[in-house]
């Protein structure tokens, strides 16, 4: 099946700096590529996705990076806010509704 | 449109007892999944269900099983409760044909 690698596990940056977050897929039929958002306490919340016929979208601050041959993608995150703090998920999928997650990115925001 | 919505949202069980959990996808998604969430395993896929069938399945052992109504309302059970099985239980429902996902608040699951 589907493995998802997720790194790093926890990153820290001074806010205003910016944030990437990488993923790595081992199945080349995986095409479809979201990324959550968890605050603490709180329900994964969608924040961008990207499909495997596009190689980047961005949404304001928020940006990812598709890498088909390599297998990676990347979540780029600029002028970071400290209420960007929150654990990030990047996930790959290849059929409707079956999602394989990373072990999350604890992203910390130092105002 | 009201979200998703998970209950209970918090369970304390004891070893060997068994759960059940439950989950209202948003009005007119037909796809319900579940997920384990723990520390440091992130979420890991249950199974999924579409129109009251058992379309995904992931690498859980039959303890761990579930049920979609007609209503697209959907259940898990767990039986025969493990330490290990203390985790966050998310469900997760879309569309149809949309693949975004939309996540529940969770249940919460002690296992003492």
């Known amino acids: 099946g589907e493995n998802v690698e997720q790194h790093p596990s926890t990153l820290s940056v001074q806010e205003g700096d910016s944030a990437v977050i990488k993923c790595t897929y081992s199945?080349?039929?995986?095409?479809?590529f979201p990324w959550y958002k968890q605050e603490l306490g709180k329900r994964p919340q969608l924040i961008i996705d990207?499909?495997?016929?596009?190689g980047e979208k961005k949404d304001q601050r928020i940006a990812v990076t598709l890498n088909k041959t390599a297998k990676h993608f990347s979540l780029h995150i600029t002028e970071t806010q400290p209420e960007d703090s929150a654990v990030y998920f990047c996930a790959a999928s290849k059929r409707a509704n079956q999602f394989y997650f990373g072990t999350g990115t604890s992203l910390t925001v130092i105002p | 449109k009201a979200g998703v919505t998970q209950t209970p949202r918090y369970l304390i069980k004891t070893r060997g007892q068994q759960v059940t959990l439950s989950c209202s996808p948003i009005s007119g998604h037909r796809s319900v999944s579940w997920y384990q969430q723990t520390p440091g395993q992130g979420l890991q896929f249950l199974f999924e269900y579409f129109s009251e069938t058992q379309r995904n399945k992931g690498n859980f052992p039959g303890r761990f099983s579930g049920r979609q109504f007609s209503n697209s309302r959907s259940e898990m059970n767990v039986s025969t409760l493990e330490l290990g099985d203390s985790a966050l239980y998310l469900c997760a429902s879309s569309s149809e044909v949309g693949e975004t996902q939309y996540f529940g608040p969770g249940t919460r699951l002690l296992v003492l």
């Open positions: 990207i499909r495997s016929n596009v």
């Open positions: 199945d080349s039929a995986s095409n479809y």
